[in-house]
């Protein structure tokens, strides 16, 4: 094998199911009170893209508690965490349904709904409205306009608590023999566009010898590469690169936009390799490889 060719990073599999179980715990504690707060913000807040934000806020919450305990616990397993999000959504979902109960009915209404009473509570607002979301208490939405809201709310919910969690997780490498996430990150935007077919398939396959024929960025250019490092300092052995093209130009509405083409992702390298890399950074002519 070529010197400048080198292996993909990918999760051992490793878990412990302590992680899962600190999650769904932290999960049932928070979700009570996160949901009534929530549900209080979406009944006085009349504005529908505020509730959009409000909502996906809530739903983030969830995802990034789960995705710091999954990485204390170590959970090296890209199925576990989407499980464990998902199951962490559902419980966000059950929560901002107790507070909705809360925030209409007030002390009146119990503080955890059965499955029994949860049901009995869907089926009296669907048939007699409820506040939804954008909507006047004047004017209540029922029936099957009400349940598409209620279907995409949960949706949201559940789906950007999964991925909030899945993320983190599948997208850092983990160090076995030192113990440790690969959490620090260096970016390098310096570098032109690789944009030849020959060094893009190089890339695909783990090969860097191309970063020995890159040029340096052309200044406010709207397009270039971006190398990423990951490392950690517990972790002397290895450091991981992703290399992407970057795209930037005005979207509809004249607002800049990046748009990123992923040519190489968390390649592992050797951690004597940090240097030569991080030198990219001070991009002006060619630099050598001395390896």
Known sequence: M??????????????????????????????????IIYSYLIKWIPFIYLNVFITIGYG?????ITAWLMKFAKVRNRGVALLTGLA????????????????????????????????????FL?????????????????????????????AAIVGISAVAAFTPIATTPFC????????????????DAFVRPEHIEAFKAGDIAP??????????????????????????????????NVTVAPDKKGNMKETEQELMTNLLVPKSMFDYLAKFE??????????
């Open 60 to 64: 983030f919450a969830f995802g990034f």
């Open 88 to 123: 962490v959504g559902l419980i966000a979902w059950w929560g901002s349904w107790n507070g909705c109960a809360r925030a209409l009915i007030g002390s009146q209404a119990p503080w955890l709904l059965t499955p029994r009473q949860l049901n009995i509570f869907i089926k």
């Open 176 to 191: 076995e023999l030192h113990d440790c996430w690969l959490n620090e990150k260096k970016k390098i935007e310096k570098l």
């Open 126 to 154: 669907y048939t007699e409205g409820s506040w939804g979301i954008g909507f006047s208490s004047s004017a209540p939405v029922t029936g099957i306009f009400l349940a598409i809201i209620w279907l995409v709310e949960g």
């Open 2 to 35: 070529s010197s400048n060719i080198h292996p993909f990073y990918s999760h051992s599999g490793k878990f412990g199911v302590h992680g899962p179980i600190l999650a769904l715990m932290a999960a049932g504690i928070i979700a009570l009170p996160l949901g």
């Open 211 to 244: 970063l020995e024929e890159s040029q340096p960025r052309v200044p406010a250019s709207g397009r270039f590469s971006r190398l990423t490092l990951k490392h950690s300092d517990s972790c002397h052995d290895f450091c991981t690169l992703s290399i992407a």
């Open 282 to 291: 001070h991009a002006t002519a060619k630099v050598s490889m001395g390896i």
